[in-house]
Nanobody, 119 residues
């Protein structure tokens, strides 16, 4: 079974930053599309940022473009979401996810990590 382990969530004031981590198996890290989704209470799930390990292209939602960045540590098979200039509307449960292709279904999900941004 594909296992994704997230960490790094927490509480921060508006304008602050956080860095989320997602540790994956070597196979998943190298072969799957991986990225981040989020869901706030009462709102639909949103694709935040996704990409392939061997591609320089990464998709970013318009709502986070310029503020959030995906990075990777290939030695640790770990995906990061670097978040800066955080806004209260970024408050959500953030999930690491993986799928066969970025345009398809994401079949594997982490447990989620809460991000809370206060104003």
């Amino acid at each position: 079974q594909v296992q994704l382990v997230e960490s790094g969530g927490g509480s921060v004031q508006a304008g602050g930053s956080l860095r989320l981590s997602c540790a994956a198996s070597e196979y998943t890290y190298k072969n799957y599309c991986m990225g981040w989704f989020r869901r706030a209470p009462g709102k639909e799930r949103e694709k935040v940022a996704v990409g392939y390990s061997r591609s320089r292209y990464t998709y970013y939602a318009d709502s986070v473009k310029g503020r959030f960045t995906i990075s990777r540590d290939n030695a640790k098979n770990t995906l990061y979401l670097q978040m800066s200039s955080l806004k209260p509307e970024d408050t959500a449960m953030y999930y690491c996810a993986a799928g066969l292709v970025c345009s398809g279904n994401f079949n594997y999900w982490g447990q989620g990590t809460q991000v809370t941004v206060s104003s």
